[in-house]
């Protein structure tokens, strides 16, 4: 069964560096997205992706965050300038329809 | 702003029993609704979904049922199997174009052998 692949699995960076979060998506999906999950909080809305261009974000996905699909296939999550509290479970999801389809998750380490 | 609530941190259930997960929301304008599964490590697996013009959807062994009025869904899922024993979201979403799921705390359910 096709599935969201995520990598890294597991990303340490210390506070003020940029970070890239990859992800492939289920290849004939058309909708993306990227959810966080803080270490014993609930999974959290980032932001929606279609037909190349952000849909909606979250008051989470300030300036320091943006979104790409630069090649067709990847799509990836930048944070410019990490902060401590941007360590989390980060998970990618794809769909075609309404039931979002995740990737296995990276977890970003800010120290 | 916990629009998706899940009341109950976690549920213990012998295995062959009913297992009932519960969730409340409070936007009405929410219009489809989702039950994922997520274990240590792993990303959330989607199990069922519904829609709100519907009030039940089964599938296998997993049956939601939703309740406009009251704005609650529950998930069951018979007969529970140790192997479900998991952390379990519900997620709802108003549909705007794309879908903005808001999920809920989730609820660990233990199935005993």
């Known amino acids: 069964e096709p599935e969201v692949t995520q990598t890294p699995s597991h990303q340490v960076t210390q506070m003020g560096q940029e970070v890239i979060l990859r992800c492939v998506p289920i290849?004939?999906?058309?909708?993306f997205y990227w959810y966080r999950q803080i270490l014993g909080q609930k999974v959290e809305f980032l932001v929606s992706?279609?037909?190349?261009?952000?849909?909606?974000k979250s008051e989470i996905f300030d300036d320091q965050f943006s979104v790409e699909r630069p090649d067709g296939s990847n799509f990836t999550l930048k944070i410019r300038s990490t902060k401590l509290e941007d360590s989390a479970m980060y998970f990618c999801?794809?769909?075609?329809?309404?039931?979002?389809?995740f990737g296995n998750g990276t977890r970003l380490t800010v120290t | 702003d916990q629009q998706v609530k899940q009341n109950s941190p976690s549920l213990s259930v012998q295995e062959g029993r009913i297992s009932i997960l519960n969730c409340d929301y409070t936007?009405?304008?929410?219009?489809?609704f989702l039950w994922y599964k997520k274990y240590p490590a792993e990303g959330p697996t989607f199990l069922i979904s519904?829609?709100?013009?519907?009030d039940k959807n089964e599938d296998g062994r997993f049956t939601v049922f939703l309740n406009k009025s009251a704005k609650h869904l529950s998930l069951h899922i018979v007969p529970s199997q140790p192997g479900d024993s998991a952390v379990y979201f519900c997620?709802?979403?108003?549909?705007?174009?794309?879908?903005?799921?808001?999920f809920g705390t989730g609820t660990r359910l233990k199935v005993l052998a």
């Open positions: 999801a794809s769909s075609d329809d309404a039931p979002l389809h």
């Open positions: 290849s004939n999906h058309l909708y």
């Open positions: 992706f279609y037909n190349n261009e952000i849909s909606e």
């Open positions: 936007n009405s304008m929410f219009d489809y």
């Open positions: 519904i829609s709100s013009i519907k």
């Open positions: 997620a709802a979403s108003e549909y705007t174009g794309t879908y903005k799921y808001i």
